[in-house]
């Protein structure tokens, strides 16, 4: 019944931008802390920016300046902007969306790849 379905995933070339979406049913959205966290091969899911409303959001350390998390309640959706992107920018990128420990949901993911 809940679904978080992400888009916009694809292949980059280093320095350009992507931009990430996450359409989410099935919840009260504007209840929700909404996240985008990412997986690489063989490493730990790491959180990549969070939302809580349009004045309290964090980042990690490695994306700061570059990546900016925005949502829109009217359509129950989170985004990520990803501006000089880089290799190592490359995962499988999640979006999460939080309410309690019993109302945590996971979307499927969607690749970028950041290559030249």
């Known amino acids: 019944q809940v679904q978080l379905v992400e888009s916009g995933g694809g292949l980059v070339q280093p320095g350009g931008s992507l931009r990430l979406s996450c359409a989410a049913s099935g919840i009260p959205f504007n209840r929700y802390v909404m996240g985008w966290y990412r997986r690489c091969p063989g490493k730990e899911r790491e959180l990549v920016a969070r939302?809580?409303?349009?004045?309290?959001?964090n980042y990690a350390d490695s994306v700061k300046g570059r990546f900016t998390i925005s949502r829109d309640n009217a359509k129950n959706t989170v985004y990520l902007q990803m501006n000089s992107l880089k290799p190592e920018d490359t995962a499988v990128y999640i979006c999460?969306?939080?309410?309690?420990?019993?109302?945590?949901?996971w979307g499927q993911g969607t690749q970028v790849t950041v290559s030249s």
């Open positions: 939302i809580w409303s349009d004045t309290i959001t």
């Open positions: 999460n969306a939080f309410f309690t420990y019993k109302d945590d949901y």
